[in-house]
């Protein structure tokens, strides 16, 4: 089983548009971390945020917003009023505090069309 | 320079050839890793690299071979490609390889493999 899900493998929006990545995670861990990285065209990874597995509380800076909730295991990102600069693959991980214990998921693929 | 570099960016290789790409960090970091990112596959590990010593070793083949000389430095050498290891190859570093932080990511390598 996937440590990781991300069930949309690609999402279209049209600019201004809200919308909401979804991630799924899986661990027996008490103690884990919760990453989101955006990579653009260009191919390089980029960190957004890190969340750790006591801290439930949202989180949102600038347009971006992050919903962590335990008791569905889930860690879903929301970009509002989207924009074309937003489009590209975004990935979600979990870290069950181990160097080899650092999954992905598959990734989400935003087009934002102006 | 900073954040972490990888040269080459792109490279077309046949399968009796021997190459090596480069990373370099410039930001104090105490891990590397190597991953592998294909077509519609999410992100593999490869390697591992805490303080200089190879912690990690997904199952990799042994025509890929990471060297890491010192802490900012990290090669992947290759030698008797398969087609099917044509794919962007990501170096990444953090602090430590505790999985308690998070990781930056280079620009990757795109590698084609004839």
């Known amino acids: 089983a996937q440590k990781v899900t991300q069930a949309q493998t690609e999402i279209s929006v049209v600019e201004k548009e809200d919308v909401t990545l979804d991630c799924v995670y899986e661990?027996?861990?008490?103690?884990?971390?919760l990453f989101w990285y955006k990579q653009p065209p260009s191919g390089e990874l980029v960190f957004l945020i890190r969340?750790?597995?006591?801290?439930?509380q949202n989180e949102i800076s600038g347009r971006y917003s992050w919903n962590f909730q335990k008791s569905t295991s889930s860690f879903n990102f929301t970009i509002t009023a989207s924009q074309v600069v937003d489009s590209a693959v975004y990935f979600c991980?979990?870290?069950?505090?181990?160097?080899?214990?650092?999954?992905f998921g598959s990734g989400t693929k935003l087009n934002v069309k102006p | 320079e900073t954040g972490v570099t990888q040269t080459p960016r792109h490279l077309v290789m046949g399968m009796t050839n021997k190459k090596s790409l480069k990373c370099e960090q410039h930001?104090?970091?105490?891990?590397m890793y190597w991953y592998k990112q294909s077509a519609k596959k999410p992100l593999e590990l490869m390697f591992v690299?805490?303080?200089?010593?190879?912690?990690e070793n997904n199952s990799v083949p042994s025509r890929f071979s990471p060297e890491c000389p010192n802490s900012s430095h990290l090669f992947l050498h290759l030698h008797t490609l398969q087609p099917e290891d044509s794919a962007l190859y990501l170096c990444?570093?953090?602090?430590?390889?505790?999985?308690?932080?998070?990781?930056?990511f280079g620009p990757g390598t795109r590698l084609t493999v004839l």
């Open positions: 990444a570093s953090s602090q430590d390889g505790t999985g308690f932080y998070e990781q930056f």
């Open positions: 930001l104090g970091h105490n891990a």
């Open positions: 690299y805490s303080l200089e010593e190879r912690v």
């Open positions: 661990t027996r861990d008490t103690t884990y971390y």
């Open positions: 991980a979990l870290s069950e505090l181990n160097f080899n214990k650092f999954y």
């Open positions: 969340r750790n597995s006591f801290d439930e």
